[in-house]
Each structure stands twice: as structure tokens, then as C-alpha cells.
Nanobody, 122 residues
Framework: QVQLEESGGGSVQAGGSLRLSCQAA????????MGWYRQSPEKKREGVASINPYGGTSYADSVKGRFTISKDNAKNTLYLEMNSLKPEDSAMYYCAAVIASLCEYDYDMDYWGKGTLVTVSS
């Protein structure tokens, strides 16, 4: 069974940076799309970024130019580098995965982690 565990969340001031990590178990890098999603109390869950098995990436407009998704296949780890953070980026961030060759940032995922909280203060 696929297992995903996020880490790296925390509190930061606006303009700061954080790097989220997602340790994946039983995920074959050549078969899975992976992504980051977020949800705050005021909004429904939204896709942030995704990466397909070939390394192709997709981003929500709200994070383009500020966030970077990447993965280390040898370590089975997914990352989200977040720069120039804004208060509206505050949310619980979830790592997700699905067996697919291509996936946009808001693709329907099958497997989910429990999340890591990001809080950005102004």
C-alpha cells in the first residue's frame, strides 16, 4: 500500500521560504504522478503543483514563479520549494500520488498523506 508522509511545514513571515518534503513508500517513480495540494479553513482543497514520471511539471497560477516541485527518485522523496511566501499561502499542505503518465496540478489523486501545516504571517 502506498504511504506518503509530509514534513517541513512551519511558521514563517511573509517573503520567507520553506521547503516541504514528502517521503513516499511503495511508489514506483516511473509509474506515478505526484503532487502537492493545500487546504485552508476558508477554501476548498486546491492543487498547487504536480510532477509526472518524466519530470514534467505543472503549477497553479497563484504559485508560478514562487514554488518549485521536484523529486529525488533514489530517495523516493518529493519536494516543494516555496519562496516569497504570502499570508494567503497559509494552509495544510498535502502530498498526493496517482498512477498516471501525465498530470496537471489539479489532477485527481488516489493516495494522500496526512499533511503538514504552513503558516505565513504578515
Amino acid at each position: 500500500q502506498v504511504q506518503l508522509e509530509e514534513s517541513g511545514g512551519g511558521s514563517v513571515q511573509a517573503g520567507g521560504s520553506l521547503r516541504l518534503s514528502c517521503q513516499a513508500a511503495r511508489v514506483t517513480a516511473s509509474s506515478y504522478c505526484m503532487g502537492w495540494y493545500r487546504q485552508s479553513p476558508e477554501k476548498k482543497r486546491e492543487g498547487v503543483a504536480s510532477i509526472n514520471p518524466y519530470g514534467g511539471t505543472s503549477y497553479a497560477d497563484s504559485v508560478k514563479g514562487r514554488f518549485t516541485i521536484s523529486k529525488d527518485n533514489a530517495k523516493n522523496t518529493l519536494y516543494l520549494e516555496m519562496n516569497s511566501l504570502k499570508p494567503e499561502d497559509s494552509a495544510m499542505y498535502y502530498c498526493a500520488a496517482v498512477i498516471a503518465s501525465l498530470c496537471e496540478y489539479d489532477y485527481d489523486m488516489d493516495y494522500w498523506g496526512k499533511g503538514t501545516l504552513v503558516t505565513v504571517s504578515s
